[in-house]
């Protein structure tokens, strides 16, 4: 699948989902997250939540435009890291994948304010794929 086949999916499966998929090749998927003011935590930066629910967006979008539309396909682990704060920013991810297996999608995402060089945030995501009918 490619971002725009993954952005219909998202659209039509999540419709309060606000993460854009920019790019996704089955190897690396870049989502951009607008800010949104309800996000926010005290301190007045983008909340951890919202971060890591970015960062599994993003590795369901990298493990969808790798496997196609398997809506199934769930989260088993994510691990996060919180680096910084982001302040008030679009957030970008940009997820790559580290091993694709017939059962499982591992790969790691990093998260950046929009035009900052440094991260705020890291993550390892695993994804367990559904097994094929008849297989």
């Known amino acids: 699948m490619n971002a725009a086949q993954i952005n219909a999916f998202y659209a039509e499966a999540f419709p309060g989902a606000s993460a854009h998929v920019e790019h996704a090749d089955g190897k690396t998927a870049r989502l951009r997250l607008p800010f949104n003011p309800n996000s926010t935590r005290p301190g007045d930066t983008v909340s951890g939540p919202t971060m890591m629910a970015l960062a599994d967006s993003a590795m369901y979008a990298l493990t969808l435009s790798a496997i196609g539309l398997q809506p199934m396909a769930v989260t088993t682990n994510l691990t996060m890291n919180f680096l910084r704060m982001p302040g008030r920013a679009d957030l970008i991810a ?5 091993k694709l297996g017939r059962a499982l ?10 035009g900052a060089e440094s991260p705020c945030a890291h993550a390892v995501v695993t994804y367990s794929i559904p097994p094929k009918k008849g297989g």
């Open 105 to 114: 999608a591992v790969g790691d995402v990093l998260i950046r304010a929009d």
């Open 94 to 98: 940009e997820a790559r994948m580290l």
